[in-house]
């Protein structure tokens, strides 16, 4: 299973980003290969659409859960088209939430 956590940085240790769609990172761990990516978000900087842009990366790379505070309507409809499951969380580091998020994995 993918797990994609949005992130301010690169590394576990960095913050939870507040947003789904404006985060500078995701990191997305595989649990079957016990591997980490970090994937730089493209839509960060853009002037708009960055949501449903990053949402699509996030469908692209075969995630199966995101780690998120929060995700706008348009890229909602995107993610949950592709049956990406939500667990909503805020603050801390993203290593803290990929352990809430692999608490919740299904046996």
């Given at each position: 299973?993918?797990?994609?956590?949005?992130?301010?940085?690169?590394?576990?240790?960095?913050?939870?980003?507040?947003?789904?769609?404006?985060?500078?990172?995701?990191?997305?761990?595989?649990?079957?290969?016990?591997?980490?990516?970090?994937?730089?978000?493209?839509?960060?900087?853009?002037?708009?659409?960055?949501?449903?842009?990053?949402a699509q990366l996030i469908v692209n790379q075969g995630v199966e859960v995101l780690v998120t505070p929060k995700v706008g309507p348009k890229a909602h409809k995107v993610l949950e088209a592709a049956g990406i499951r939500f667990i909503f969380q805020k603050g801390g580091t993203t290593g803290a939430a990929l352990g809430e998020a692999r608490r919740e994995e299904p046996a």
């Open positions: 299973m993918k797990i994609a956590v949005v992130s301010t940085g690169p590394y576990w240790s960095s913050d939870l980003a507040d947003v789904f769609g404006r985060c500078s990172y995701f990191l997305i761990f595989d649990t079957e290969a016990d591997t980490t990516e970090a994937l730089e978000n493209p839509g960060v900087k853009a002037s708009g659409g960055s949501g449903v842009e990053a």
